[in-house]
C-alpha cells in the first residue's frame, strides 16, 4: 500500500497543498489534472527525487520503482541497448545476464531490433517503448509514468496505451499514471485523482468522477462543454426562456452540466422518454480530429459532438432547423 | 533588395578584416626566414611554453571549474549573479591590471609566499597563474550553459534506474554535456595562449611567445619580430584547425 499523508511542498510559486492519498498494490491510479496541476512534481515526490516540506509518503521506501517521463528521457549519448541495460549496469550485474534481460524484454516490447540504434533515430513511439524498456528490465514493483502519452501521434497513443496496460494486467505491478488527459484516464484508471493546483479535489472510480463533477472547474475540465448556473424549481432550471430538466428537485445556487456526447440531434421531435427536447437552429458546425462539433441555438448555446458519418447523412448546414435531445440523466447538478 | 547578398557581402567585410592583417604577415616572410625561425631554439621553446603553460590553466580549470559550472546552471542561491558576475570580471579588466592584481596576491612580497616559502614571479607556474586568471571564464561560462541545456530530468531518470548522484553527473551530465565543455575548453587554451597583459607583468621570463615577439618588436623592430610572429600563427592555427575538426566529427 502507498499511503501520502498530508503532503505538503512549496515549489517556486507554486504548492502542493495538504495531499493524502492511498493507493493499493497492483492498483492502476491514474492522477488527472491540468498542466502545471503539480503532476510531476507530485510523481517525482513518490519517487524521492523530492521530499515533501512536510507529511509523509509511506510504502514506497527501498521498493523499485520505474520513473517514466513523457519525452522519454533517453540519454542521448547512448544506443538503445545501453539506455536499457543503465540500470543494470548500475548495480553492476554479469554482463552476459544483462544482455539476456535486456534483450527479452526488447522483444516483449517490438524493439528488438533496435537496440543498436541511436536514439535521435527513433520514432515517438519506439522512444517511448525504449524508456518503458528501460524501467521495466529493472522489474519494478511501482510505475510511475508522467503523461507517457502526451508526445505521441493519435494512433501511436493508442498502441502505447494498449501496451501499458497489457504489462499492467500481466505483472500487476501498482501503476501511478498523471495525465491531462481525461479520456486516457478514464480508459485506463482503476481509480481517477483529479488535481487542481495542487489540491486533491476528487479521488473515486472513473464513472464516479466523470458523471459527479465535484466543481465546475472539474466539469470544464472533464470536457463537459455545457456548462449553466441558476436556479433549480421543482426539477427545472430556466435559462433564456428554456426550461431543463434536472435529477435535482431545488437548488438556490447550481450549475448543471450536460457533455457534448450525450445529446442527440434529430430533424424531427422525437416521441421519446427523454425530458429535455429543444428546437434551435445550426449556428456553426467545427471539424475535430475524430468528430465533428455541432453548435446549436436553443436559446442558449450547446455544444454537441456527433460523428463524421451522422454529420454527412444529417446535412447540418448552417441555420438549419435541428432539435437538440437530452435526458435528465445527463443533466450533472453541483453546487456553488 | 535580397538579404542574402548583403549579408554576404557585410560578413565578407568581416573576414577581410581578420584575413588581410594575417596573410600580409605571412607573405612578409620568405620561406628561408620562416624556416630558420622554425627551427630557432629559443622561440621553439617558447612557443611551448606557452602551449604547456595555457594546458596547465585549462586543466586546472576544469578540475575546479566544471563543478562550479555544474552549480551555476542547477542551483539557485542568494548571491549567484554575483558570482556569475565575478566570473566575468577577467573578460572585462584590462589585462595588464589584472596582472597587478595578481602580483599583490602572488608576488615575491606577498602573504602566499611569506607563508610557503614558494615565489612563483618568473616561473611557469606565474604563467599558467596569469593564463588562469584571464581564460577562466571561456570554460566556465561554456561548460555552465552546456549544463543548462540538460533537462534535470535525464538526471532524475539516472537516479531513478538506481544510480547514486555522483554516478548520475559522471554517467549522464557530464558526457551530455561534453561538447560544450570541449569547445570551452579549446577557447579557453586559446585564450591562455594569446595572453599577454598578465603574463608579463607575472612573469616576463620564462618568455611565452607573445611577450618574445612584444620584446623582439621593441628592442629590434618589426623585421625581426616577424618570423617570430609567423611561426606562432601557424603553429595555432594548425593546432586549432585538428582540434575543431576532431571536436566537430565528435
Redesign the interface.
Known sequence: MIKLDRVFKNYGDFQIQDLSLEVGPGEYFVILGPSGAGKTLLL?MM?G?EAPDSGKIMGLERRR???I?Q?Y?L???MNVYENIA??LT??KEDKQKIKTQVEAVSKQLGIADLLSRKITTLSGGEKQRAAIA??MV?RPEVY?LDEPTAALDLSTKTQIQRLILELHKKDRPTVIHVTHDFEEALAMGDRIGLLFSGQLVQNDTPEKVFNHPVSKKAADFLGYKNVFSGHIESHTMSINGIDITAPVEKADKAYIAVRSNDIILSKKKLESSARNAFPGRVVKSIKRTNHVEVIVDIGVWLYVDITYQSYHEMKLRPDARIWAIFKTQAVKVFLH | MKIKPVFYFLGTLLILFIMVPLCRMIFSVSPLEAGIAFVEKELISSIFLTLRASLWATLIALVLGIPLSFVLARHHFFGKKVIEGLIDIPVVIPHTAAGIALLMVWGRESVFTKITGISIPGTEAAVSIGMLFVSLPFLVNSAKEGFKMIDVRYEKTAVSLGASQWKAFTSVSLPMAKKSIVSGSIMMWARGISEFGAVVILAYHPMTAPVLIFERFQNFGLEYAAPATVVLILVTLVIFVVLRAVGDKQ
Open positions: 517525482e519517487a527525487l520503482i520505474g520513473l517521463y519525452d528521457m540519454f542521448p549519448h543503465y540500470g548500475i548495480r528501460r524501467a529493472m510511475l
